[in-house]
């Protein structure tokens, strides 16, 4: 394995261009269970009923009963692998990363350049007036005591639209129904335009769009390398760290300043 690390930073130091794409995997080990997996989130919740537009628009008070258990595994630290990878970023080795997770915990490590592909959890806009909340500001708000749905202060809707209500806050996640971000689909593309290598981890590589950025960077003849403890099929890694992503990140920075040096 340490070899492969070594020859992982050695394609980092000749490429012209890195960028990580990550996902699930990278925050695990900060103690946020992939909501994919067989006891995670959607194994109880089944998103067609609590993670659309559609759906919240129905029922915002149902859907905050899982966004409330959301709330609470999103309460964590960002992990060494994520610290790994903002120091690659700030020694100039990477140029940024495109993320599946909506943590938020790769900004919280120090990462600058980090295009939210599936949105944020640490805002959240009011659908009937579109004012933004922070997160902190959500956690101080008086609570629906059933569903733990946020109240709060009256909602900027005209009269017309009956005054007098709260706002309704939908975090600033991408549902399932819901397109990309216009801003997110462009940073990303930014970003993997030009890059000759890209960084894998924590994902395998299954959710459509996000899926084609190791295939795009593939295109413009570039390599990827992969950090997952179980395997990627569809990705077909030209080099593969089978492990865990604190282990094989912060081993990969290491080898990479051994380099340089
Ligand atoms: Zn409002």
Known sequence: MKERIKQAAEWIMSARK??????AGVSTES?????????????????????????????????????????????????????ALARLERQGALSGIVTQNIDGLHQAAGSATVVEFHGSSRTFTCLP?????????????????????PMPGDCGRGPRDGGGFPCVLKPDV????????PDA?????KLVRDADL???????????PASEIPWQVRRQGGRVIEIN????????AELVLRGSFTEMASGLH????????
Not at 174 to 181: L, M, N, Q, S
Not at 229 to 236: G, H, I, R, T
């Open 18 to 23: 890195t960028i990580a794409f990550t996902g």
């Open 31 to 83: 103690g946020i269970p992939d909501f994919r997996s067989a006891s995670g989130l959607w194994s109880r919740y089944d998103p067609a009923e609590y993670a659309t537009l559609g759906a919240f628009q129905a029922n915002p008070e149902k859907v905050w009963r899982m966004l409330a258990e959301m709330e609470q595994v999103m309460d964590v630290q960002p992990n060494i692998g994520h610290q």
């Open 129 to 149: 007036c579109g004012r933004c909340f922070p997160r902190d500001a959500v956690r101080g708000m008086t609570r629906k005591s059933d569903s733990q749905m």
């Open 174 to 181: 991408v549902f399932f129904d819901e397109a990309i971000p």
């Open 185 to 189: 689909l462009a940073g990303a593309a």
């Open 198 to 208: 890209v960084l894998v981890a924590g994902t395998s590589c299954e959710v459509f």
């Open 229 to 236: 403890l179980e395997p990627a099929e569809s990705l077909k």
């Open 254 to 261: 290491q080898a990479w300043e051994a380099l340089k040096s």
